[in-house]
C-alpha cells in the first residue's frame, strides 16, 4: 500500500511545522514531497512581496489534463496557539483515539484525508479527469495573496476548474451533520462621531458627541435587517465596540467611537449596505466618519450536482444525511464561486482555533472514504 493511502502520519507530519498564517515554516514542502510521490506536477506560487507585504507561499499541484476536473482547495497556515494547551501545540500527538494539534481540525486533518483517497484511487490506475489541490498559506489572515491570487493565475493560464471542494471543518458535533454550499457576506464598520470637549457642569458650552452615536447605533439595530431567505439565516448587526478613550469624569469627549459587524444573506450587498447605513446615519446628523470593510460578499452555490454527488457520499460513509447549509464565518469559498460550483466539507469544528485542537483518528479514516468516493463520482464524465 502507499504511504501516503493512510491520512494520520500525513496530518501528523503537517501539524509538526508551526505555520503560523503567514509563515510556511516547511508544511507545503511536506505536501509537495508527498503529492510528487503521487504524480503530481507541483508548482509553487508567493505572493505579497510584489505588494510591499509579507510573502506568502502557495502550491497548486495538478494530475491529469483533461475533464472533469476536480480541486481540493484549502489552507496550511494556522491561527496563534494562545495559552490553555495539555499537549504540545505542534506535537502531532496522538492520545487516546484523538490526533492533538493546532490544525487538526482546521484543516491540516482534511488535507491529509484527500491525499489519501487520492493515493488510495490511484491504486486502480490513473483515474479520468483531473484532480488538483489548491493550498494556500493565506487563509486564517488577511487572504490578500493567496487563494484569489492563485486564482488569477490559473485563469491566466486558461486552466478551467469543473468543481472545487474546500476542506474546512463544517460539521459543527459529529461527522456527517453539516455541508456548506453558501456563506453570508462579512461587513465591518468603524463609526467616529464629532463633537467638541467641555466641562459636564457646562455641558451647553460642548458638544456631547456620545448621544449621537447612541442614536446611530440604535438607529441599525433596533430591527432586524431582514427574515432569512431560502438557503439563508437572518442578516445580524453585532456592536463590537464603543469608546471615547475618555478616563476623566467630568469631561465631556470630543469625539466617540464604535464598531461593528454585518453578516449579511443575499438580500443585501456591500454596497446596499453602505447606502442604509449612511441614509440612516445621516438622518440623525452632525459630523462623523465611516469607514467599511467589506471581507466578502454573500453567495450560494444552489443545490445541483456536485452538492448531490457530496451528500450521497457522506450518507454511505456516516449513515447521516448532511444539512446543506450557508451558516458560519467566511472561507476562501468566496472567492472560488467566481470560478466553478463550490461546497465545503471537512471534519468536526468544535476544536478548531481552540487549545488542546483535536480531530477523532476514526474521523480521519471515515473523511479519507468521503473523500474517495467523491473522487469516482465527480471524475465520471456524466452522460
Aim: charged residues 20%; proline residues 7%.
Amino acid at each position: 500500500m502507499n504511504p501516503y493511502a493512510n491520512p494520520l502520519p500525513l496530518a501528523q507530519a503537517l501539524i509538526r511545522h508551526p505555520s503560523v498564517t503567514p509563515t510556511d515554516e516547511g508544511a507545503l514542502a511536506v505536501l509537495e514531497q508527498a503529492l510528487g510521490s503521487l504524480g503530481f506536477a507541483c508548482t509553487r506560487l508567493a505572493f505579497g512581496a510584489d505588494a510591499g507585504r509579507p510573502q506568502v507561499e502557495n502550491l497548486y499541484a495538478r494530475l491529469g489534463s483533461t475533464g472533469p476536473h476536480l480541486c481540493f482547495a484549502g489552507h496550511t497556515d494556522v491561527v496563534p496557539v494562545g495559552r490553555g494547551w495539555t499537549v504540545e501545540p505542534f506535537g502531532g500527538e496522538v492520545v487516546g483515539d484523538h490526533l492533538y494539534g493546532r490544525g487538526a481540525a482546521d484543516m491540516k486533518g482534511a488535507i491529509a484525508c484527500f491525499v489519501a483517497a487520492v493515493a488510495r484511487l490511484l491504486q486502480d490506475g490513473p483515474p479520468p479527469g483531473s484532480i488538483s489541490l489548491l493550498i494556500t498559506g493565506d487563509e486564517e489572515g488577511r487572504a490578500l495573496d493567496g487563494t484569489q491570487r492563485v486564482l488569477d493565475w490559473l485563469a491566466a493560464r486558461n486552466e478551467q476548474i469543473d468543481y472545487c471542494l474546500v476542506g474546512e471543518p463544517t460539521n459543527p458535533l459529529q461527522l456527517g451533520d453539516m455541508i456548506k454550499i453558501g456563506r453570508r457576506g462579512s461587513l465591518t464598520g468603524r463609526l467616529r462621531v464629532f463633537g467638541s470637549q467641555g466641562h459636564t457642569a457646562y455641558p451647553h458650552l460642548a458638544d456631547n458627541p456620545l448621544p449621537r452615536l447612541l442614536d446611530m447605533l440604535h438607529a441599525i439595530t433596533r430591527q432586524p435587517l431582514d427574515e432569512g431567505t431560502t438557503h439563508f439565516q437572518p442578516s445580524t448587526v453585532v456592536l463590537t465596540t464603543i469608546d471615547t478613550g475618555n478616563p476623566a469624569s467630568n469631561v465631556i469627549p470630543a469625539e466617540a467611537q464604535a464598531a461593528f459587524n454585518i453578516r449579511f444573506n443575499d438580500r443585501h450587498s456591500g454596497k446596499s449596505l453602505e447606502d442604509w447605513l449612511r441614509r440612516s446615519f445621516d438622518a440623525i446628523g452632525g459630523a462623523y466618519e465611516l469607514e467599511l470593510e467589506l471581507s466578502g460578499e454573500s453567495f450560494l452555490t444552489p443545490p445541483g450536482r456536485f452538492s448531490t454527488m457530496l451528500c450521497q457520499a457522506v450518507e454511505a460513509v456516516t449513515g447521516r444525511t448532511p444539512e446543506l447549509s450557508t451558516s458560519g464565518g467566511t472561507s476562501d469559498a468566496r472567492f472560488i464561486r467566481k470560478h466553478c460550483p463550490v461546497a465545503e466539507f471537512g471534519l468536526v469544528g468544535q476544536t478548531m482555533h481552540k487549545a488542546d485542537e483535536r480531530v477523532a483518528v476514526a474521523d480521519l479514516e471515515a473523511l479519507c472514504q468521503i473523500y474517495g468516493r467523491l473522487l469516482t463520482e465527480a471524475l465520471t464524465p456524466p452522460c
